[in-house]
């Protein structure tokens, strides 16, 4: 695994680059990403570009002997092109045009705008691509960061009637498949229908969710076409684009397939902050980061492409942009760095080389302080590279458990959550942790994924299940779990006939008759298996595996399937995945609190997350806060 940062020329004067340059390679880096917000200073004015410092920069950076990853800049369109036509910018839910002056302002269905990417695309790619300090090329910026994915504007309007009429033909078809009778909401021609927003009150579910798959379409073929124009100047290099921790706007998968390498920006902390987790936990974790947020993503996104990863922003201290923003124990940027190589990462860079002294990112950290000494991180960059040296590289071997992930699944929940806790990500990230929490590696993977390697196969949820799915898990000999509402919708989201869940009813003979969600604090305390948020009634013959007091039962197991007609407390989780581990004759461990661990091909790496030591193993090791232990098979 190689280390990296991410470097920004334009912003240091350039007799400072080449001292850069020497002090990253000092510090045992190895490859350095450049160029994402640079248009401005590529093409100064229309049509006129200014290739002289980048050249300079690139020169500078391959004399020093690094490897430059290089970025389309479409992620910050410069202000003369946005005053030349001001209809590129995305319209935000409410209606309103998106400004200018952060980054981000322009609609994936903007087809002048994407003849701009194209051009400028070319432009770098034929200038750049066959440099041979080039190694790989980054698609524009974080797709849909700042909430830009969905649009409201006129060329997505036009861009949805036109996907519109070529899934369904004819607009009858279209008002049949939505159910557009149900408040007198059908349409004469496909030019009728608008985006789903500024409707009274909610749309139809399936207008929603065919224009969340609309928006994920254009955001994929917005990539190909970069993708396209690279490979064809660049045909050596890698094309990557850089994901996001816990965003599920887009078909991540979809997007990967047209990529070599899948990137991802991990920046623990700051997402503790930000999403879900408990006060408890925040308190907890607040130097650390809750201990699956980092693994969680990597084997997503390792999932997301042909399986060739990296991280190419990594937190290396305070960031900017959480509610707030704690600075990482010492020795958590290694801990995260040795993560991430032992999940297969092909590279770890750190956001960013400089802390920049102005801007919006001012008061976020980087390997160096403003005033170019070393920061905190420095000397722990500097130790990474030697254990990764000493280490050498490592495969990642066959994971026991799939986790299958479905970013249509989050649409759907989105869409119609029917009680506010109900949030996919949450589900997912619970059941991955329960897993990792009993030592247990995982990948997560795409419905369309081949299970056939796995032992046990986890399901959060799935309630559209796409064809071919339920006969290619009756296939399966190993245990496989599904969650609450799978297959509880049919593709243009109505009840399927015969009730939930659907299809999966091959699988596993049961009916869900009915559904509740319950506010927070409504679960029985002293029962471990009452399920908390979401219930569901079931008929079946089927005696349940687990039946709470007063319930009808929350488990039914049909063969080696089984079904939880409820969201799965941490207690009830823990125990099915144990019952599937010893059915599938795995070994688990049930890690002390904080403790994670994962193996490659020849060794098992220990991570402690927790603020406290923590004991390991037959002989009790004992791992200090934010330390860890590589273990060497045999050893
Ligand atoms: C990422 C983004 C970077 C920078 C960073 C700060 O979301 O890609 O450009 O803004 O966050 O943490």
Not at 239 to 246: D, K, L, Q
Not at 350 to 356: H, K, L
Not at 538 to 544: D, F, H, R, S, Y
Request: some cysteine; proline content about 7%.
């Amino acid at each position: 695994m190689k280390l990296g940062c991410c470097y920004f020329p334009e912003h240091w004067p350039e007799d400072m680059w080449a001292d850069d340059a020497r002090r990253m390679r000092e510090m045992g880096l190895r490859l350095v990403r450049i160029g994402e917000f640079a248009w401005s200073r590529i093409e100064p004015e229309p049509g006129r570009y200014d290739w002289s410092w980048l050249d300079r920069a690139i020169e500078t950076l391959h004399a020093a002997g690094l490897e430059i990853m290089l970025c389309t800049p479409t992620a910050t369109p410069p202000k003369w092109l946005v005053d030349r036509m001001p209809d590129m910018v995305a319209v935000d839910a409410d209606g309103r045009p998106r400004g200018f002056g952060s980054r981000r302002h322009y609609c994936f269905s903007h087809i002048g705008y994407r003849a701009e990417c194209r051009r400028i695309a070319a432009a770098l790619a034929k200038r750049y691509g066959k440099h041979p300090a080039v190694v790989s090329w980054q698609t524009d910026n974080e797709y849909g960061c700042h909430d830009t994915v969905l649009s409201f504007s006129q060329s997505a309007a036009t861009g949805f009637r036109r996907w519109l009429s070529a899934r369904y033909e004819t607009v009858d078809a279209l008002n049949t498949a939505w159910g557009n009778v149900f408040w007198s909401m059908e349409y004469r021609s496909f030019d009728e229908v608008d985006p789903p927003n500024l409707t009274v009150t909610e749309a139809n579910p399936a207008h929603w969710l065919d224009y969340r798959r609309f928006a994920s379409d254009e955001v994929v073929s917005f990539n190909r076409e970069q993708v396209d124009i690279l490979r064809e100047h660049s045909p050596r290099q890698d094309v990557s684009h850089n994901f996001m921790g816990f965003f599920t706007e887009f078909d991540h998968h979809d997007v990967g397939r047209d990529l070599d390498v899948a990137t991802w920006d991990s920046y623990p902390l700051g997402f503790l902050e930000q999403f879900w987790f408990s006060d408890k936990e925040k308190q907890a974790y607040l130097r650390q980061g809750h201990p699956d947020i980092a693994a969680f993503h990597h084997d997503l996104y390792r999932g997301c492409s042909s399986g060739r990863w990296g991280i190419i922003e990594q937190q290396p201290g305070p960031v900017n942009w959480a509610r707030f923003n704690p600075a990482p124990l010492p020795g958590m940027v290694k801990l995260w760095t040795l993560e991430a190589m032992a999940h297969g990462a092909e590279f770890t860079s750190y956001f960013r080389w400089r802390q920049a002294p102005f801007a919006q990112e001012q008061m976020h950290a980087g390997l160096l302080r403003p005033d170019s000494a070393d920061a905190e991180a420095a000397d722990e960059v500097r130790e990474t590279a030697q254990v990764i040296e000493e280490l050498g590289p490592q495969k990642t071997r066959q994971a026991p458990v799939a986790l299958v992930f479905s970013y249509e699944a989050a649409w759907v929940c989105g869409i119609q959550p029917q009680g506010q806790s109900f949030r996919y990500l949450e589900l997912a990230y619970e059941w991955y942790s329960a897993a990792r929490k009993l030592g247990l590696d995982i990948d997560i993977v795409s419905p369309d994924a081949d299970l056939t390697a796995y032992q046990i196969v986890l399901v959060p949820t799935l309630p559209i299940i796409p064809d071919g799915f339920t006969e290619k898990l009756a296939a399966l000999t190993c245990p496989v779990l599904f969650g609450p509402r799978s297959g509880s919708k049919t593709d243009s989201f109505c009840i399927p006939d015969g009730l939930a869940p659907g299809k999966l009813r091959d699988l596993v003979p049961i009916t869900v008759t009915r559904v509740e969600s319950l506010r927070d604090g409504v679960t029985d305390p002293e029962n471990k298996f009452d399920p908390p948020r979401w219930r569901e009634d079931i008929a079946t013959g089927l005696e349940p595996e687990f039946a709470p007091e007063d319930t009808a039962g929350v488990v039914f197991k049909h063969g080696t399937t089984r079904y939880v007609a409820g969201w799965p407390g941490r207690e009830l989780l823990r125990r099915l995945i144990e019952r599937m581990a010893d059915e599938a004759d795995i070994a688990i461990t049930n890690l002390p609190e904080g403790l994670r661990i994962r193996r490659t091909a020849t060794h098992t790496f220990v991570f402690n997350y927790s603020a406290n030591p923590c004991l390991f193993g037959p002989e009790d090791e004992v791992i200090s806060p934010a330390q860890f232990l590589v273990i060497a098979d045999g050893a």
